[in-house]
């Protein structure tokens, strides 16, 4: 590779690495330790959650105890309450079922504006597992729903863990920021090329 290249990769390749937001838990309550709530197909659990910024979701967990592997479905919904409109679904297999653990789904790139959402965690088939309230951050406006279809239930003492994991969508200005400082790279090479012919 020629010299006057290095600076350019060298340059972005840094524009890359510090452009690019890393995700980061934006909620994050912490694990449960007081006895379960039952979590299955015959209860579901959600609680709500606040976006101050437009963010990319990259992960969503909850304080899962199981003792055998069983799948959950995982729901972001619009709004400050389960009766929403869904707006993402994902699936995950709690993989430690031996017990209670963070478990979720992960690499979602779900991009939302700012405002309030809802996440509910429901068990699949016939699976029963549970997630320990005792929460020591709960965030307070917390749900369930005994059957599939019927109504839920405000109860704000659940105190479930649930870990929300988001990176920040870059502002047009840090993004022309960003194209600014590459052309002036491209610029400095193609000169620093044609002055040395």
Known sequence: MSLSLRPLVLGTALALAFGSA???FI?????????SWSLGPTQSLAAAFDLRESMTIDSIE?????FFVAT??????DG???TGKVL???QTVPSSGNGSAWEGAFGLGWTLPAGSYTVAFHGVGNNT???QGGAPRPLGAEWFQRGAGANWNRFDGLNIGVRVAAAPI????SVALWALGLGVLVSVSARRRSSAR
């Open 22 to 24: 890393q995700a980061v």
């Open 129 to 131: 597992f549970a997630m």
């Open 27 to 35: 909620v994050d309550t912490g694990p449960g330790s007081t006895p």
């Open 88 to 90: 993402h679904t994902a």
């Open 170 to 173: 870059p502002e047009p200005a």
């Open 62 to 66: 909850g304080w899962i105890e199981a």
């Open 72 to 77: 959950a479905r995982i729901e972001l919904i």
């Open 80 to 82: 400050d309450s389960p």
